[in-house]
């Protein structure tokens, strides 16, 4: 694992910008894992900018979104497809037929992991995918548990996370409490990985991430067995390391 350090978010944020900028450069046409949290918006800011000065052109990029939550319609401001629209796809040049997030309001969620299991299979896998790491060290949805689950699935989310992303809601109970999250199959089969971590209150769970042992417990753990994963964190978030 590379360790990449940054002053702070918006260093952290310019590293992993310019790294996935670098992809898309060497591969106009290629397929990019993206997730949502507080994490990565600074490197989507970044993202945009390049595009908008003709740096970066996002015409034949393909986007596969890490999780949804269930129940919620893309017209709902939580929505992960309501972010990353919000966030980026309404200020690049990509085709929106280009970008893929699993669709929260499916009738029946086992088709819906199926579909987009196929999805991601017939790209061709991912070439770069872009993580950020829950407090309990999820990533996309992965909860921790007994298993790593390997196809995408429907998840019932901890109270930790539901906990933790109540904050983007009003209260608690308007917290879905199921998602759809690509599985770690997808994940582990990208060709390149690069997580994004900033702020102290990561700093322990990123400890156990990388430096304890690989186990469902702490999914991101899994990464240790990536063979390209660029970890680009501030200093309060790596300074456990
Ligand atoms: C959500 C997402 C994850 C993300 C995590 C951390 O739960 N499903 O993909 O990594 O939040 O979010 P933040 O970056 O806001 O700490």
Redesign the pocket.
């Known amino acids: 694992m590379k360790i990449l350090k940054a002053k702070d978010y918006d260093g952290m944020s310019r590293i992993a910008a310019n790294i996935i900028s670098a992809q898309v450069i060497l591969k106009d046409n290629c397929v990019l894992g993206l997730?949502?949290?507080?994490?990565?918006v600074g490197v989507y800011q970044r993202l945009i900018e390049l595009c908008a000065n003709g740096e970066l052109d996002f015409s034949r990029v393909v986007t596969v979104n890490?999780?949804e939550y269930r129940g919620l319609p893309v017209t709902n401001e939580q929505s992960y497809r309501y972010f990353m629209n919000d966030n980026l796809f309404n200020h690049i040049n990509i085709k929106p037929e280009n970008t893929n997030v699993p669709n929260g309001t499916a009738p029946d969620p086992a088709a819906e992991c199926a579909r987009y299991e196929n999805l991601i299979h017939a790209l061709g896998g991912i070439d770069l995918q872009l993580?950020?790491?829950?407090?309990n060290g999820?990533?996309?949805?992965n909860e921790p548990s007994d298993a790593f689950d390997c196809d995408t699935h429907c998840v019932d989310l901890t109270e930790s996370?539901i906990e933790?992303?109540k904050r983007f809601f009003s209260n608690a109970d308007e917290v879905p409490r199921q998602?759809y999250t690509m599985g770690m199959k997808a994940i582990m089969q990208a060709r390149r990985i690069v997580m994004v971590v900033s702020g102290a209150a990561?700093a322990e769970i990123v400890k156990a991430a990388v430096c304890g042992p690989i186990t469902p417990r702490v999914p991101a753990s899994i990464l240790q067995l990536h063979k390209d994963v660029t970890l680009v964190g501030d200093e309060a978030a790596l300074s456990l390391l």
Request: aromatic fraction near 4%; proline fraction near 5%.
């Open positions: 997730a949502t949290g507080s994490s990565p890490l999780d993580l950020g790491i829950g407090n999820h990533i996309g949805f996370t933790a992303n998602a990561k």
